[in-house]
């Protein structure tokens, strides 16, 4: 299973772009990574998921290089909706044979201010 | 709409009282698992299963049963609650594809045992 490392947390202004960081260095060949966000007294929500490269949905921007070691969330323009928890996840399908199981780690706090 | 329904929303408990958290979801995924969030933490996988009839532990399953009857519930069941199990209990569902997986959440349910 896959450790992940995030930054604690970050701060930014209304209409900045906001990358964070996701380290993962004993990701395994299978494993997808998957990133979540988390409003205060509500279940996470699924952002974006990829593989390798680059992928893109309405929200998000995801960034993964070649070795795949690492991965970066990009939030274009944020608002002050956008002040949340932000989880990085690395694994293979949910529940496999092998036991495979996606853990939560402590997330990232993002505060975007005016 | 429903995707993941959690009842109840709040609870107060007696130490060594029992209890059944419900969790029910209406997109026929075969994945079901229940996690719990405490304070400034992440998410911790309590049990989850991978179909009806079949369930497996998760990171922190002490104090709590469950079972998988049917596709669409996934009740967590608290034997004999005791204040260590308060906190926020988040159930979710998945299904798996090759593009890997998505996990749906429900809104939560915060319990307090006193």
């Known amino acids: 299973l896959a450790k992940t490392t995030q930054p604690i947390s970050m701060d930014s202004y209304e209409g900045q772009e906001v990358n964070i960081t996701c380290s993962h260095n004993n990701i395994a060949t299978n494993d997808y990574i998957t990133w979540y966000q988390q409003f205060p007294s509500q279940g996470p929500r699924f952002i974006i998921q990829g593989y390798k490269t680059k992928v893109t949905n309405e929200v998000a921007s995801l960034f993964i290089p070649a070795d795949r070691k690492s991965s970066t969330l990009s939030l274009p323009r944020v608002s002050l909706s956008d002040t949340a928890v932000y989880y990085c996840?690395?694994?293979?399908?949910?529940?496999?044979?092998?036991?495979?199981?996606?853990?939560f780690g402590t997330g990232t706090q993002l505060k975007v201010e005016l | 709409n429903a995707g993941v329904t959690q009842t109840p929303k709040f609870q107060v408990l007696k130490t060594g009282q029992s209890m059944t958290l419900q969790c029910a979801q209406d997109m026929n995924h075969e994945y079901m698992s229940w996690y719990r969030q405490d304070p400034g933490m992440g998410l911790r996988l309590i049990h989850y299963s991978v179909g009806a009839g079949i369930t497996d532990q998760g990171e922190v399953p002490n104090g709590y049963n469950v079972s998988r009857s049917t596709t669409e519930d996934f009740p967590l069941r608290l034997l004999s609650a005791a204040p260590s199990q308060t906190s926020v209990y988040f159930c979710?569902?998945?299904?798996?594809?090759?593009?890997?997986?998505?996990?749906?959440f429900g809104e939560g349910s915060w319990l307090t045992v006193v």
């Open positions: 979710a569902s998945s299904y798996s594809s090759r593009a890997g997986n998505t996990i749906y």
């Open positions: 996840l690395v694994g293979a399908f949910l529940f496999t044979g092998g036991g495979n199981k996606l853990t």
